[in-house]
């Protein structure tokens, strides 16, 4: 079971490394301050660099235990001029081979590091990957993007079992992205209607933009995309879900969020999942109950901050 830790640093030009670190864990690190490297098993290479556009958050992947051990055969990364990177981009990285970061200004660094296996990635895979950045502009990039720093976040400052179940979600976010990196997010052949990759992308962010919207169908979304029924559960198929799963895990995922973030004080559960398409508050706390192991309402109290005792 993937777990977490948060990182901290003592000083803006590296991690901290005396932070517990799970054998088979994800672990997930926030640095505010500009970080000199990223964490990675060697001294990071001059001619693997990163280099910044402009000051932000940058996002990173570490990608742990690649192969059979020791560095990538041939070039891992980018050459001698190096990977530009704007804010929000999603990096992936080998960490036996961290890039060098070339950063003109301060800019803020959200690191996760994951063992491959968790993400079902090949030495020939990671290989592929560390060479294309998912761009935050891109549909998918800008869809994630923001829920990937949300979940570091909240990840960092939840309590055990609530971390934990954010670092599961982060990983299932980092699988969509290292599969859409990869050309795995659609079928290989194209289907009825030609449609070719693209057409997963769009997909996805229809069923984004109409989460809300409890008569959101596979019926619908096929006839906004001007494709079968069939074709469309062809799609989900193909990435091991149904459209209705992943409508659930969507909505979930937004409940979540919204119960977090606005606590005891604010709307009320009924509420917060009749905004995000939910018709029944007991066919909610059900599914919630299931997905996450706990009620909307000790998923909410967990998530809450801890009062700070008064000084005496």
């Given at each position: 079971m993937p777990t977490t830790s948060s990182l901290t640093c003592d000083s803006p030009?590296?991690?901290?490394?005396?932070?517990?670190?799970?054998?088979?864990?994800?672990?997930i690190v926030r640095q505010e301050k500009s970080p000199a490297r990223l964490p990675g098993d060697a001294t990071p290479d001059a001619a693997h660099r990163l280099l910044a556009r402009e000051d932000g958050e940058y996002l990173f992947v570490g990608l742990r235990g690649a192969g059979s051990g020791g560095r990538p055969a041939g070039p891992a990364g980018p050459g001698p001029a190096g990977l530009w990177l704007a804010p929000g981009d999603v990096c992936f990285y080998d960490v036996r081979r961290a890039p060098a970061l070339a950063f003109g200004g301060p800019f803020r660094a959200t690191v996760f590091v994951v063992p491959v296996e968790l993400l079902d990635l090949t030495e020939h895979d990671v290989r592929r990957i560390v060479r294309t950045p998912v761009a935050r502009a891109s549909r998918l990039g800008a869809l994630l993007s923001p829920l990937l720093s949300d979940l570091a976040r909240a990840a960092a400052e939840a309590r055990p079992p609530l971390g934990e179940s954010l670092a599961r979600n982060a990983v299932n976010v980092l699988s969509t992205l290292a599969a859409e990196q990869l050309g795995r997010a659609a079928p290989a052949a194209p289907g009825p209607t030609g449609a070719?990759?693209?057409?997963l992308a769009r997909i996805l962010e229809y069923v984004e933009l109409h989460l809300p919207e409890p008569d959101l169908c596979p019926e619908g979304i096929a006839?906004?995309?001007?494709?079968?029924v069939r074709y469309l559960h062809k799609l989900f198929q193909d990435e091991g879900s149904t459209v209705g799963r992943w409508i659930l895990?969507?909505?979930?995922?937004?409940?979540?969020?919204?119960?977090?973030r606005h606590g005891r004080g604010s709307r009320t559960i009924a509420a917060v999942a009749g905004r995000w398409g939910f018709l029944s508050a007991t066919h909610f706390s059900?599914?919630?109950?299931?997905?996450?192991?706990?009620?909307p309402r000790e998923w909410r109290d967990a998530a809450a901050p801890v009062p700070r005792s008064a000084p005496h």
């Open positions: 030009g590296a991690f901290d490394r005396r932070t517990h670190h799970a054998p088979l864990g994800v672990d070719q990759p693209p057409v006839r906004a995309h001007h494709i079968s895990r969507r909505r979930l995922e937004e409940c979540r969020r919204d119960l977090a059900r599914v919630f109950r299931t997905a996450y192991g706990m009620s």
